[in-house]
């Protein structure tokens, strides 16, 4: 058979322009983010795509997971190149997050806050970490977590504790009757600096009160001289050589959460992550939750957030899937896959577990909160922080010379 | 047509590739991390900035972990430069002897050397652990209860514990180098010596011991290299803690860098390092020469 030749020319010039518009079309964002904590939240990130690419042709979202310390590499290879990611996963706050902010590797999104009217979506206290930075609003609220005492509650009735501690008098005591009884009262795993850092923090907020202890984390009060802080070493070695499990400094957190499982302790500080540890290990009703009593009105916790590179080539393609990501109805979808609460303020929740329940009361009785050490200083201070808490912890060092240590290294690094 | 090329070009021709690769893979990157540690820079921006020799001054008066490490990094290769060899030397002389199950023995303790250090990390982790590790338990079932230790959160055990990991791993290697000298040594002149009226230990001091000495040089120097580099085992045990009391050069080095962020103070790190490198293994060289060229 033959085909006429000014057919087949038709014909490669329409597969020529229809290639063409076809890759003019196609959009690929990359999305670089952490390994997900579980499979159901991998699974329910996997069918957010999967739903936001089928309702827009075209476009095709690529996800790369890592662990901590390799997104963070990652990211700052990509900083170099043009083959980052369009949407990266950080920290909310000055510290971690602030980093890439403060570098020119995040997009400033007022345009997309005014288009998709994000600021009336969030929660305000996931919200705040955006209007931190100077030049903009940066990143949208992915999570939002507060961190907070989870206690066995056949140990503290073994130990005569008949009520959760309202003040931080009060918990001493509690965990003074737990030690009469033979219990320790806190597990934490010593291997992963931060663990053990967030009792530091919780006891710096009791100790200096906010205006102060913000004040400290933004290295604008000298620690050497504000005595609550050298208060607040004296207390936090109270605590590690009277009322922790022991030993602690060679274990990690997960190892600690095993000790807790099997009831070595009493009590463990942790986020609001836990109760999805705590459903899989199928002992909820084991377990329940209290703020730390720090005395005042903030709540211990930070916010993680999706940030739009400034070397996107598609970032309004990119805000459109966060502004799906974060939609009502899918995060309606799949409450409870990443944390035990969302960011959007509009979702509704109707689970009566208990836990659940503790956990949204705790969230909704706070102005404000405080974040971690290590998402408040710089990554060189929160580094010598960890070990003079360790040092503090572990009796190598006085804790009255604690403050004056770190002030010194702050002092040195400026 | 043939082209003639003369036997020095041809070593040049051959030598090339692999000169090149050294070159971009080594030299340069030497090269370029001497340059950043007269650098501020950290990682994102776009331009470092040169900071003369103010890494430098913080490296040796400001930083609280470096001394810790440049004291750990020392012990450490002092350590390996003694127990493994010394390990290593006794096996085989060991399995140089004619006996039974030599060839599986050989094999068993090599073993260690092809796991990789972050693998050998991970079991002596769980070795470790101090409420379910095999250490703690076997000592409560002896009812040796009084002995256990958190042996990597104890800041005045935890760097020996490593090193036992460390050892179990790496004697293998002096083992092989040390069974390979044995093998060379010629049995005319062991033979010769005991005609001669030498007992068994006159032949291994006048006779075996100094056909070991290039076996004993390569030994002694990958030892001290690689101890000096330490940095996987200790990444993968204890992260240099507790509160930074394990922390070695290398892996210091790469946390500022890496981690922190601040790639001028990981490189004036990096840059020390070397130089303790260097100054222990070119004279260490020199007067191995030196000493085989007299004593050969």
Redesign the interface.
């Known amino acids: 058979m033959r085909v006429p030749t000014q057919w087949l020319r038709f014909a490669s010039a329409a597969a020529l322009v229809l290639g063409g518009a076809m890759a003019a079309q196609a959009q690929e964002i990359k999305l670089w983010t952490l390994n997900f904590a579980n499979d159901s939240a991998n699974q329910a990130f996997q069918s957010i795509i999967k739903q936001f690419q089928d309702a827009n042709p075209g476009v095709t979202v690529k996800v790369e997971n890592r662990g901590v310390?390799e997104h963070?590499?990652a990211l700052?290879v990509a900083?170099?190149s043009d083959q980052g990611p369009d949407i990266f996963f950080s920290w909310a706050g000055l510290g971690l997050g602030g980093?890439?902010v403060k570098?020119?590797?995040a997009l400033p999104m007022d345009k997309y806050y005014a288009e998709y009217k994000w600021d009336d979506r969030f929660l305000p206290v996931a919200l705040t970490f955006s209007k931190q930075y100077p030049g903009g609003q940066f990143g949208v609220p992915y999570t939002f977590h507060g961190e907070a005492i989870y206690y066995n509650k056949a140990l503290f009735q073994k130990a005569g504790i008949t009520s959760e501690p309202k003040t931080y008098d009060e918990l001493v005591a509690a965990a003074e009757k737990l030690a009469k009884a033979g219990i320790p009262a806190f597990t934490f795993g010593?291997?992963v600096?931060w663990h053990v850092m967030r009792l530091m923090d919780e006891i710096l907020e009791t100790e200096c009160g906010a205006e102060k202890h913000d004040a400290l984390m933004t290295m604008k009060a000298s620690w050497a001289e504000e005595p609550c802080a050298t208060k607040a070493f004296d207390e936090l070695h109270r605590w590690t050589s009277k009322y922790f499990l022991?030993?602690?400094?060679?274990?990690d957190q997960s190892?600690s959460f095993n000790?807790f499982l099997a009831g070595r302790a009493a009590m463990m500080l942790e986020g609001d992550w836990l109760v999805g540890q705590l459903k899989g290990a199928n002992r909820l009703a084991d377990f329940a939750v209290f703020p730390f009593p720090t005395g005042g009105k903030r709540l211990y916790g930070f916010a993680e957030y999706n940030y739009i590179s400034s070397k996107s080539k598609n970032p309004d393609v990119a805000a459109r899937f966060l502004d799906y990501l974060e939609s009502t109805p899918v995060q309606q979808a799949h409450l409870g896959d990443f944390g035990t609460i969302s960011v959007n303020k509009d979702v509704k929740y109707t689970s009566t577990e208990p836990l659940e329940v503790a956990w949204r009361a705790i969230f909704g009785g706070y102005d404000g909160t405080f974040v971690n050490g290590d998402q408040a200083f710089p990554?060189?201070v929160t580094?010598?922080y960890?070990?003079?808490i360790?040092?503090v912890?572990?009796d190598?060092l006085d804790p009255k010379a604690a403050a004056g240590?770190l002030q010194k290294?702050i002092a040195?690094?400026k | 047509m043939s082209i003639r090329i003369s036997a020095p070009t041809q070593g040049l021709v051959l030598l090339a590739p692999a000169l090149l690769v050294y070159c971009v893979f080594a030299v340069y990157p030497m090269l370029d991390v001497a340059a950043l540690s007269f650098m501020k820079w950290n990682g994102l921006s776009p331009n470092a900035q040169f900071v003369g020799l103010a890494n430098y001054v913080q490296v040796f008066t400001q930083d609280p972990v470096f001394w810790q490490a440049v004291r750990n990094t020392v012990l450490w290769t002092v350590m390996s430069v003694i127990f493994p060899p010394a390990i290593g030397f006794a096996l085989a002389l060991a399995l140089n002897q004619n006996i039974p199950g030599r060839s599986p023995l050989r094999a068993l303790f090599y073993l260690p050397v092809i796991i990789a250090p972050i693998a050998v990390a991970t079991i002596w982790r769980w070795m470790y652990d101090p409420f379910f590790g095999l250490f703690n338990a076997t000592l409560t079932a002896l009812g040796l209860q009084g002995l256990i230790k958190d042996w990597l959160g104890d800041r005045n055990v935890a760097l020996y514990a490593m090193f036992i990991a460390s050892v179990w791993q790496t004697v293998g290697f002096s083992l092989v180098l040390f069974l390979a000298g044995l093998q060379n040594v010629s049995q005319t002149l062991i033979e010769a010596s005991r005609i001669d009226g030498a007992g068994r230990f006159e032949v291994f001091r006048y006779v075996t011991l100094p056909a070991l000495r290039p076996s004993i040089t390569i030994v002694l120097i990958l030892s001290i290299i690689n101890s000096l580099k330490a940095f996987d085992i200790v990444y993968g045990m204890t992260g240099g803690g507790p509160a930074q009391s394990t922390q070695m050069l290398a892996l210091w080095a790469f946390t500022q860098a890496m981690q922190l962020g601040d790639f001028g103070h990981g490189a004036a790190i990096s840059v020390v390092l070397l130089l303790i490198t260097i100054s222990i293994v070119i004279p260490y060289l020199r007067w191995s020469r030196t000493h085989r060229e007299t004593n050969p």
């Open positions: 310390d963070k590499s700052r900083a170099g980093e890439f570098s020119g590797l010593g291997t600096n022991k030993p602690f400094m060679g274990i190892q000790l990554l060189n580094t010598e960890w070990r003079i360790n040092q912890a572990t190598s240590e290294f040195n690094s």
